[in-house]
């Protein structure tokens, strides 16, 4: 191990060198970058941008990764947080969450508990991190990035290994005693034992069918790098106690025990996933990206950088994969998960033994406010009469007014806005308890069967 990070620190002290010297050119002025922190759905002052040519885009297309964290052409943020660059070493831009104290880490170990292949490629668009861009100063508040790729990556190759590990044909060469396998390297035979008058020995040149392939190892490397990450975390350790992932990395250790991490930088990196199974690109495309959060280096696995990569995470992506988590531990197989609609469109969730559409909305001032609910009403009614989400709820159109239901966060610190749609609702928050959720959820007084209810956040407390 030491003789591999030895290695590595050496092949990328150049690369890091030139980073800096590169950072350091571009900073010649000796002014620091300006850092601009915001929250979600705050707005940047007009003045802060008054010098820079930034041309806003908002939301991207469906899934899709954000530019500039998705702020709008009114310099609004949205539902995107993380950090990103306006112009490189010069401005850059900080989004925070709204709802102080938010526990990422309980809400990316439920997520991962869902534990398809489908619900895994979508939570794979959750969040993203560009590793060829200069770090950020970044708030505390955001640190949680390195252990929510940990967590991520667990759960992928957890998901991997229970399918069995994939083996291919290898070239290796070997100088064997007494035997001979696949062809004579004659060069090297005679190097290494003809002309050493070691006449027991045979270099040879073979292919075998192994699962010690150099996927595999890589696998295996990216593994070792969550494991150390995690034991020198108690805090992590601690939250992660009472989920699956402690049982889960027992089972990869023992699954990848004969496999070597004997995989050097530049296999990495080019190593090319185009032939692999989706599983495996999964899997690949993670550990890449671990490894490259630690320079490669296993020895650095336990700090946590102090500045961050630019990167973003979808919070309302992110709370529809937490609040399915839920819906799905107490409802098991009644609850299915974006069910699909004509015209490219999907709702959230269905629940079927009650024939109900329920839809998240990250939006927390629903706890006081009905501000912007006709647009989501609008949207729901649709869903509720697209033939394919009723055939999926065994419904047809004659089967009568199908129930609605909004999911939104709890968020007390919000106060409500002026110029609300209709009047704000008691509100009630869910308790997953198995029991039907319509008794549980509050009726909007003004339309026909639709209802709200919270699901609040995790958090970690006023001193978290």
């Not at 949205?78 to 112009?87: D, P, Q, R, T």
């Not at 508990?113 to 979508?122: A, I, K, L, P, Q």
Request: proline share 4%.
């Amino acid at each position: 191990m030491e003789t591999i990070d030895n290695q590595i620190e050496s092949l990328t002290t150049d690369n890091h060198v030139a980073s800096e010297n590169i950072a350091t050119d571009a900073c010649d002025a000796s002014l620091q970058p300006t850092i601009i922190q915001i929250q979600e759905h705050d707005k940047i002052e007009n003045n802060t941008l008054q010098n820079y040519d930034i041309k806003f885009e908002g939301n991207p297309e469906y899934m899709g990764e954000p530019k500039y964290l998705a702020i709008d052409a009114n310099l609004r943020a949205s539902f995107y947080i993380g950090a990103s660059w306006l112009k490189k070493h010069e401005l850059a831009v900080v989004v925070t969450p709204k709802m102080p104290n938010i526990n990422f880490v309980d809400m990316f170990v439920a997520a991962l508990e869902v534990d398809t292949r489908n619900e895994s490629d979508y939570f794979a668009k959750c969040y993203g991190i560009q590793f060829d861009e200069p770090t950020i100063e970044a708030d505390a508040r955001l640190s949680q990035l390195t252990p929510m790729l940990v967590l991520h990556y667990i759960s992928v190759l957890h998901r991997l290994a229970t399918r069995g590990l994939r083996r291919n044909y290898i070239t290796s060469e070997e100088n064997l005693k007494a035997k001979v396998k696949g062809r004579i390297m004659l060069g090297r035979h005679l190097r290494q034992n003809v002309f050493q008058q070691r006449v027991d020995r045979v270099f040879c040149q073979y292919q075998e069918f192994t699962d010690d392939t150099p996927e595999n190892r890589l696998l295996k490397r990216a593994l070792l790098f969550a494991e150390q990450f995690i034991d020198g975390k108690s805090g992590l350790r601690h939250k992660i106690e009472s989920t699956d992932i402690p049982k889960h990395l027992r089972q990869l250790k023992s699954k990848f025990e004969h496999i070597s991490d004997d995989i050097e930088p530049y296999q990495i990196q080019h190593l090319s996933t185009n032939k692999l199974f989706r599983d495996y690109r999964e899997a690949i495309r993670v550990a890449k990206m671990l490894l490259r959060r630690f320079d490669y280096s296993i020895a650095k696995a336990t700090s946590e950088p102090q500045k961050t990569l630019p990167f973003w995470i979808d919070m309302a992506r992110l709370y529809e994969m937490y609040v399915y988590s839920k819906l799905s531990a107490a409802y098991g197989s009644e609850i299915a998960f974006q069910v699909k609609g004509h015209f490219r469109t999907a709702v959230d969730f269905i629940k079927r033994d009650e024939r109900i559409i329920l839809d998240t909305k990250y939006k927390p001032h629903y706890e006081d406010s009905n501000r912007g609910i006709i647009d989501d009403i609008r949207e729901m009614s649709g869903y509720a009469r697209d033939t394919s989400i009723l055939h999926a709820l065994g419904a047809t159109s004659d089967s009568g007014e199908i129930k609605c239901v909004i999911i939104y966060p709890e968020q007390r610190i919000f106060k409500p806005e002026e110029g609300e749609d209709v009047a704000a609702d008691d509100c009630r928050e869910i308790i997953f308890n198995g029991q039907p959720i319509i008794p549980q959820s509050s009726k909007i007084k003004q339309f026909n069967s639709f209802y709200k209810i919270s699901v609040p956040l995790p958090t970690d407390g006023e001193n978290g």
